[in-house]
């Protein structure tokens, strides 16, 4: 049997109705900042409980120009986790900050309690990482950010209805930013991301960042960037809306059978579930023992298991003007070595899941 991780073959299977949309839209010719782009803007704001949204073309540019609205520039640092994927530490950098890593805790999210000795007078912005659909804990960062004056951009790339206490992940700050890249829980075909904020002059300079800067056709009013969410992907995107809170429904369901399942097997440690999160599972993580031995044997089963990530981000050569060495973020080090992820979609049959179970089994009774 095979257990794909990729489901997008699957996710457009039953969508007349959407190529009805595209050619619709492909005959207005509507295709920078059309129509369909202010809909989708205005209903993911909705969906997400802010006030307003600003469709851009990546996750990684919600990062950055979220950052440049703060006025993030040349020699600040910046407070990120240790353990994300490389866009939250690339968009920092390509703003000519230095990115200053905390590590995780066994919730894959940045370990709070250890913010506050990385602060310094450079400290400029602070960027939690809402890893694997999880949620870092923005009540007592939010503390932090006011006792210390420093603003908050939530990297929510991974977490689309995830919440802390029923509020939602990216609410909880300035701005929260998204990715709408085809592997994340509400995808759109091609690169994509949002930033939601519910301040107006917030809303009113993300809007020129995207746009070159352009208050009107003829007249620019600061320095900005093309990342503009292209308007065909925003039918895409109003598509998927209606269907965001059933996906995270779906993978919510799945990992409670995974947990199930795993947690009856004593070499697997599931991560710790707290209350008052939602987690959306955009990566269904466990801990497992012998941890190389049984990805060697899931894909030899036909299972696309991954490991996200196996080489941190600070020991990338690309961080290496960092000076960090192996050990300095002992928890993300740990992570490395033990996590497994296993495919959790909402796609993914019942049998499929029972196959994963299986091996997972059979692997460790055979050692
Ligand atoms: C944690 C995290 N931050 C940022 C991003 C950037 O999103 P994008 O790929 O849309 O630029 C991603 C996407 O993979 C991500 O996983």
Request: with cysteine.
């Amino acid at each position: 049997m095979k257990v794909r991780y990729s489901y997008l073959k699957q996710q457009f299977s039953n969508a007349d109705q959407l190529w009805k949309n595209l050619k619709n839209f492909v005959s207005t010719g509507d295709f920078t900042l059309g129509k369909e782009l202010l809909k989708f803007e205005k209903k993911f704001a909705r969906l997400i409980g802010a006030k307003y949204a600003v469709g851009v073309n990546s996750g990684t540019d919600a990062i950055k120009l979220s950052l440049k609205v703060i006025g993030v520039n040349q020699g600040d640092e910046v407070i990120t986790a240790a353990n994300t994927f490389v866009a939250t530490v690339g968009a920092i950098c390509e703003l000519g900050a230095k990115p200053i890593f905390v590590d995780c805790d066994d919730t894959f999210c940045m370990n709070v309690n250890l913010i506050e000795k990385k602060i310094t007078s450079k400290t400029k912005a602070i960027v939690p990482v809402h890893f694997t659909g999880y949620m870092t804990d923005m009540i007592k960062l939010n503390k932090i950010s006011k006792k210390y004056k420093i603003p908050i951009v939530e990297d929510a790339c991974q977490s689309i209805l995830a919440s802390q206490n029923k509020k939602n992940a990216g609410t909880y700050s300035d701005f929260g930013a998204f990715s709408l890249h085809p592997l994340k829980n509400i995808n759109v075909w091609s690169d994509g991301g949002i930033i939601v904020t519910s301040k107006k002059k917030y809303y009113e300079k993300l809007k020129l960042l995207r746009n070159h800067g352009l208050i009107n056709r003829d007249s620019v009013k600061i320095c900005g960037y093309n990342s503009r969410l292209d308007t065909l992907q925003a039918v895409v995107g109003n598509w998927l809306i209606p269907k965001s809170k059933s996906i995270a429904r779906q993978r919510i369901k799945n990992a409670n059978y995974y947990d199930q399942n795993l947690s009856r097997i004593k070499q697997i440690k599931i991560p710790p579930r707290l209350k008052n999160f939602k987690i959306v599972y955009h990566l269904y993580i466990v801990f497992a023992e012998k941890r190389d031995e049984l990805l060697k044997y899931c894909l030899r089963k036909g299972i696309e298991a991954k490991i996200h990530y196996p080489l941190p981000m600070y020991r990338q050569p690309a961080m290496k003007f960092l000076n960090h060495k192996v050990g300095d973020f002992p928890i993300t080090d740990k992570h490395a070595k033990s996590i497994i992820s296993f495919p959790c979609d909402q796609h993914l049959s019942k049998k499929e899941m029972n196959y994963v179970i299986k091996c997972v089994k059979d692997f460790y009774s055979k050692i």
